[in-house]
């Protein structure tokens, strides 16, 4: 995967290089400090994964996020914690916060390499509304229609322009939003917990004040969903 570095902190960005030359899946085309020679460079050339810190001078990165070209991936890196939330706001895949532990740098990036290789991959054509019948709702994907039980939907994930319909054992893209999708399926068995996120009530193992945990995934609450979440879990 072809990757940039955008941090305004020069020992970030050597940090940063540092962890990415030690994934041999990665290729750094180059290293900015600040978002607006990095938009100069998009224009020209083809980046499929962006490690854009949160707060920088001038143009932030949440900003920049949504400006940039939409099938490009990106993993936040903060040094501040509570700006990780901001993430879902515009689809980041991840958040890393300073200092990077070099493990969950790695389990970010295999999450991009999967996630690009997913969208890749992909045949997914014109969007056509999601169908929701009794138990089960219908989807375009790979050029056919695809039956998902309900029962087998662990959660539901928003990515630039498709839906990741996350099962037990496989993910099926379709190129919908999650509006889309939560008008189709039952509010009683799901529940929209951020920006990019629909899960499985039944599939929820714990939570607290700002996450819900399912198996090994975890996923926070969007600060203005967590009220209603939190009411929502807990039978308020």
Same mark, same amino acid.
Do not use: Q, W
């Given at each position: 995967?072809? !990757?940039?570095?955008?941090?305004?902190?020069?020992? @970030?960005?050597? #940090?940063?290089?540092?962890?990415?030359?030690?994934r041999?899946?990665?290729?750094?085309?180059?290293s900015?400090?600040?978002?607006?020679?990095?938009?100069?460079?998009?224009?020209?050339?083809?980046?499929?994964?962006?490690?854009?810190?949160?707060?920088?001078?001038?143009? &932030?990165?949440?900003?920049?996020?949504?400006?940039?070209?939409?099938? !490009?991936?990106?993993?936040?890196?903060?040094?501040?914690?509570?700006?990780?939330?901001?993430?879902?706001?515009?689809?980041?895949?991840?958040?890393?916060?300073?200092?990077? %532990?070099?493990?969950r740098f790695?389990?970010?990036?295999?999450?991009?390499?999967?996630?690009?290789?997913?969208?890749?991959?992909?045949?997914?054509? @014109?969007?056509?509304? @999601?169908?929701?019948?009794?138990?089960?709702?219908?989807?375009? @994907?790979? +050029? +056919?229609?695809?039956?998902?039980?309900?029962?087998?939907?662990?959660?539901?994930?928003?990515?630039?322009?498709?839906?990741?319909?996350?099962?037990?054992? &496989?993910?099926?893209?379709? +190129?919908?939003?999650?509006? #889309?999708?939560?008008?189709?399926?039952?509010?009683? #068995?799901?529940?929209?917990?951020?920006?990019?996120?629909?899960?499985?009530?039944?599939?929820?193992?714990?939570?607290d004040?700002? %996450?819900?945990?399912? #198996?090994?995934?975890?996923?926070?609450?969007?600060?203005?969903? +967590?009220?209603?979440?939190?009411?929502?879990?807990?039978?308020?």
């Open positions: 995967m072809k !990757c940039i570095i955008i941090d305004d902190e020069p020992i @970030a960005r050597k #940090g940063m290089k540092r962890l990415v030359d030690s041999n899946e990665l290729e750094l085309l180059a900015f400090g600040n978002a607006e020679t990095a938009e100069e460079f998009l224009e020209d050339n083809d980046v499929d994964l962006i490690f854009l810190d949160i707060k920088m001078p001038e143009i &932030k990165g949440i900003e920049f996020a949504g400006r940039i070209p939409r099938k !490009c991936l990106v993993i936040f890196t903060t040094a501040y914690s509570e700006y990780a939330l901001d993430s879902y706001e515009v689809e980041a895949i991840d958040y890393l916060v300073k200092p990077i %532990d070099p493990a790695n389990r970010a990036v295999d999450k991009a390499i999967s996630y690009h290789a997913l969208l890749d991959s992909a045949s997914v054509s @014109a969007g056509e509304p @999601a169908v929701g019948v009794a138990d089960h709702i219908i989807v375009k @994907a790979d +050029r +056919r229609y695809v039956k998902i039980n309900l029962d087998d939907i662990v959660y539901i994930e928003g990515l630039k322009d498709y839906v990741i319909i996350h099962l037990p054992e &496989k993910r099926v893209v379709t +190129r919908l939003t999650l509006k #889309g999708i939560e008008e189709v399926i039952p509010a009683s #068995g799901f529940i929209r917990v951020n920006k990019s996120y629909i899960v499985s009530r039944d599939r929820i193992d714990s939570f004040s700002n %996450d819900v945990f399912i #198996g090994d995934t975890e996923i926070s609450f969007g600060a203005s969903y +967590r009220e209603a979440v939190l009411s929502s879990l807990l039978g308020k």
